[in-house]
C-alpha cells in the first residue's frame, strides 16, 4: 500500500509464486488472486497474509484467478478452469463452485441477489445468488 501523504510505499506483500492478476481492498484487508491459482487474504495496515486459499488443500481453483470480488462475509472467485467459486471470508472454506461457463471465467460482479459473470466463451450469465 502507498502513504498518500509523501507517496512513499508502505508495504511490499510477498507470497504469490506466480503473477498477481486481481485484487481488492477495504479498510482492512486486501484480497489477491493470481497465475498461482491462490486467494491471499492479507491486513492492509500491516501487511501479513493471514489465510492463503490453497487449489489443493480448499478445493479451489485449478486454473489462473482472474477476477475477484468481496463483501463482509464472502468471496467470489473468477478463473480459467470454468468456474466460479464462493468462499467464506472468515474461515476460506468453499462454500459453493457455479459451473456453466464453457471456457475461462474472465469478470464477474455481485449483489444481495445476483452474481453476473463473462467468459472467453463469448457470454455472460447470470446466477441465482439468493440460495448462496
Known amino acids: 500500500s502507498w502513504q498518500l501523504t509523501d507517496g512513499q510505499c508502505k508495504h511490499t506483500l510477498h507470497g504469490h509464486e506466480g503473477a498477481v492478476t486481481c485484487l481488492q481492498f477495504d479498510d482492512s484487508r486486501i484480497i489477491s488472486g493470481a497465475l498461482d491459482r491462490l486467494i491471499k487474504i492479507w491486513n492492509l495496515p500491516t501487511g501479513q497474509c493471514l489465510r492463503t486459499i490453497d487449489w489443493i488443500k ?18 467470489v472467485s473468477a478463473a480459467d478452469d470454468k468456474t466460479l467459486k464462493v468462499w ?18 474472465t469478470c464477474l460482479q455481485f449483489n444481495d441477489q445476483v452474481i453476473v459473470s463473462g467468459s472467453y466463451d463469448k457470454s455472460v450469465k447470470l446466477w441465482d445468488f439468493s440460495v448462496c
Open 58 to 75: 480448499s478445493e479451489g481453483h485449478t486454473g489462473v484467478v482472474r477476477h475477484l470480488q468481496a463483501d463482509s462475509w464472502k468471496i
Open 88 to 105: 467464506s471470508v472468515h474461515s476460506g472454506e468453499r462454500l459453493l463452485t457455479l459451473k456453466s461457463h464453457t471456457d475461462g471465467v
